[in-house]
């Protein structure tokens, strides 16, 4: 009766981990110059307009479980106002954080 008490959590915390790892693997980030096209799976496509993007910042990790949560980003607009991001790499960007405010600048500096 102990290891059935004690299973259920970890069952429920190995399902939410894969849970999490699906949602990462599953969304996506595209960097153009028309803008910023985010997909949090299972959200619709987002585009946000490059004019409107200050710059992208990583999340603290917070909360019991927070070494186990995949890094996941911000998107800082020119309001003041903050779209989340499960993603760090984009297509001609890279990956991490620096990489995807290099690919914003690259796409602001006229040619």
């Given amino acids: 009766m102990v290891v ?12 939410a981990a894969l ?3 699906l949602f990462v693997r599953r969304s996506s980030l595209f960097i153009t110059e028309e803008g910023i096209e985010i ?7 987002r585009l946000i307009p490059l004019a409107r993007v ?6 603290e990790p917070a909360g019991n479980f927070s070494s186990l949560r995949p ?3 911000i998107v800082v607009l020119t309001d003041g106002s ?4 499960r993603v760090l790499a984009a297509p001609g960007a890279g990956v991490g954080i620096e ?5 914003v600048e690259s796409l602001r500096r006229p040619t």
Avoid: C, M, W
């Fill in 4 to 15: 059935v008490g004690l299973l259920i959590p970890l069952v429920l915390i190995g399902a």
């Fill in 19 to 21: 849970a999490a790892s």
């Fill in 39 to 45: 997909r949090n799976y299972p959200q619709a496509r």
């Fill in 54 to 59: 200050d710059h992208f910042e990583a999340t």
């Fill in 71 to 73: 890094k996941t980003g």
């Fill in 82 to 85: 903050r779209v989340p991001v």
């Fill in 99 to 103: 990489a995807l405010n290099r690919r």
